[in-house]
């Protein structure tokens, strides 16, 4: 994690810049671990995003607007009665640590004026989001409680009083030295700066800067003293928001370490780099706590149905002999003058096959008729068991496919797409929802992604199988196209046009392909369709059409490519 000291000291400064003098216009909680504040500041509305996550923790200006729980949490109705409407007065990092404090202005519920202290303490599961009153150090509330059994030190609790986490001793704050102390310091530990270990001894100093001091060391000939001096004089006069971009990977910094390989992307605040290294990995977290149990439950199901399946298989190689079954049943009618009973087998001529010779098996105590009646009764067993057998496997092989599809939309989804995913799966019957078991969330605007082809023709992808059915049988004209992978799970996608050229056909089937199953695969066969041949049986589940008269293209899906044609990130 590169979100260090160093940078938590270029991103305050930011944050002064944006908010210094700003009131708080409306505070939310999302998530259980998140905190969003608009603040009006220089004529324009500025939205703070804080999280305590103990992996993507972070405070930054965000553009993104969540959906947010119907009834705001007790933490946050807490934070509305003391801040909505307080004044930004003061933005400090403490010492050179990953903690930042808003000093705030606002009135309590008697109207008199009080000053309080907002608190993001950023350290890892440790995080924290305080609210204390600043005259009497008292916490008012924080996001997570801490009792004295769980921390000696100190008490995370409404009433107690604040104390700071506990500083490293063994950590010096190299940004408040002197040079003479600076250079004793440097002589101290040059072990450990040579090693690659100057994190251990520098506060707010991440691995990831403390291998670029070596680096600098063994790699360009420096000193001990001329990296480090070279690394306080690159956070105080050139620091900049950087993301390294590597094949593989994705880092970020406030200035341009020698050590990291890949492409240097400067982007235009601090604020934007954590948005943009945050981004996905938040997202896929996010949708992974709001859909719950949803995908272990699909799972299960379609592992339960494949084990179904291997059974049907193993009982059609029984059910096949049925024929045979028949044959013998007849051949005994025909022959049964020729027979005597008590027999256990008896050879007779097969004229089914050119008169070769077939054992029948016989029952000595039954009749040659009453043994033929035997076999016709195994045969219509066994010929209504291969129906049962396929009706059963097309149900199976059904389900699993919606299901599999299911999984492709939650792999892809948007936070507003899992409400109306889950609804769908409790609709179908594969989720209980028991009262008060989920937070309701304030109902999105969600819409089909739009897409704008080569040649100007709007392209819509659907999001979900509601909108699915709603782009295909409702909102598409019959003379629009319909594209959609063939036999592999994956969305809906609308060319709005008659006459697409084999361009825009091309770039529809590349999307087509993208929100598939087979995302990352190449040469994914996709069909086309007018949509006057599609057709949704009656009782078909949500999703599901039928079509003739197709198509098929062979395309690979390049994200890139896919992007660029992206009118949704226009907006």
Known sequence: MSFDGFFTRALVNELKEQLLGGRIHKIYQPFEQELQFVIRANRQNQRLAASIHPTYYRVLLTEERPSNPTHAPMFCMLMRKH???????????????????????????LGDLQNYLLIFELMGRHSNILLINSRTSTIIDC????????????????????????????????????????SDWIQANEDKIVAGQAHQVTQGLSKMAAEALAFLIKERNLTPQEAIQWFIYEVKEQSKPLLFVAENTVKFYLIDLPNLEGKRQELQTFSKVLAEFFTQKVHLDRVKQLSGDMIQKIKHVIGRNELKLEKLSKEREIASAADTYRIKGEL???????????????????????NALMTVELDPRKTPIENSQQYFKKYAKYRDSLKYIDQQEELALGENDYLDGILVQLSQADLEDIEMIKQELTDEGYVSQRKGSVKKRAKSTSKPRRYRSSDGVMIYVGRNNQQNDELSMKKAAKNHWWLHTKDIPGAHVIIESDRPSDQTMKEAAEIAAYYSKFQHSANVPVDTVQVKHLHKPNGAKPGFVIYEGQQTLFVTPVETDINTLSVDKED
């Open 83 to 109: 801040l909505e409407n307080a004044i930004v007065l003061d933005i400090r990092q403490i010492e050179n640590d990953r903690i930042i404090e808003f000093e705030l202005s606002g009135r309590d519920e």
């Open 143 to 182: 996001i997570k409680h801490v009792s004295p059994a769980l921390n000696s030190y100190r008490s995370l609790q409404p009433g107690a009083t604040y104390v700071r986490p506990p500083s490293n001793s063994q950590q010096s704050n190299i940004l408040s030295l002197s040079e003479t102390d600076l």
């Open 332 to 354: 005994l009618n025909a022959y049964a003058y020729r027979i005597q009973k008590g027999l256990t087998e008896v050879e007779l001529e097969n004229y089914y096959e050119d």
